[in-house]
Structure formats: C-alpha cells, structure tokens
Nanobody, 124 residues
Framework: VQLQASGGGLVQAGGSLRLSCAAP????????MGWFRQAPGKEREFVAA????????YYANSVKGRFTISRDNAKNTVYLQMNSLKPEDTAVYYC??????????????????WGQGTQVTVSS
C-alpha cells in the first residue's frame, strides 16, 4: 500500500496550504486516515484524523480552528486545509492509514501505513 502525500511548500505566516493524501487501493483495510507532523529536533505529533465512513474528525489543540481535514471517498483521498499558518507549523507532514476503529487516532501506534511526507515551511 502506498500513500501519496502532496501539496507542501513555502508560505508566509497567515497564508494557507492544502495537503492531499491519495490512498489508491486502500479500501477494505482502512477505517480512517490521519495527518501527523514532525519539526526538526522534535517528536512526530498528531495533527488531525478522519473516519472514511462517518466523517468524524479529530484535531490537535494547536491546529483546531485553523486546519480542516476532509475526505473524498470516491477518490480515496484525504485533504488537510491549513489556514492562518504560523511559523511553528513548519514541519514535514505525513499522512497515515488507521486500520480499524479501536486503533488510537492520536498515536503513531494506531496507524500502519505511512506516506513519504511533504515539507511545509512557514516564514515569519
């Protein structure tokens, strides 16, 4: 299974970016998807998660109100709309597959497949 993340780039503080994560072929073995990020010298951290079937969403407190996760079931694609970006949002962003509902949505351990990461850089 390959997850293909894209959409990263360089943006000024206050700007917006939209990340995409395509998951071709990931249908029966997926309950939902999540986004994580890792800044230089820091641990990878949870950003947002969504369920394919119910559309339930979860957000880290640091991005709540600024980021929106959504999904297109027909395209097996998940999006992360990031608005009001801050320099502290600078990180490599990863999408990941959450295989079943009982898997933790906020921990790395709840995910089994990961995309290659896309760099987001927010300048001040």
């Amino acid at each position: 299974v390959q997850l293909q993340a894209s959409g990263g780039g360089l943006v000024q503080a206050g700007g917006s970016l939209r990340l995409s994560c395509a998951a071709p072929g990931l249908t029966l073995s997926s309950y939902g998807m999540g986004w994580f990020r890792q800044a230089p010298g820091k641990e990878r951290e949870f950003v947002a998660a969504i369920s394919w079937s119910t559309g339930s969403t979860y957000y880290a407190n640091s991005v709540k109100g600024r980021f929106t996760i959504s999904r297109d079931n027909a395209k097996n694609t998940v999006y992360l709309q990031m608005n009001s970006l801050k320099p502290e949002d600078t990180a490599v962003y990863y999408c990941a597959n959450r295989p079943y509902s009982s898997a933790s949505y906020y921990s790395d351990y709840g995910y089994n497949y990961w995309g290659q990461g896309t760099q987001v850089t927010v300048s001040s």
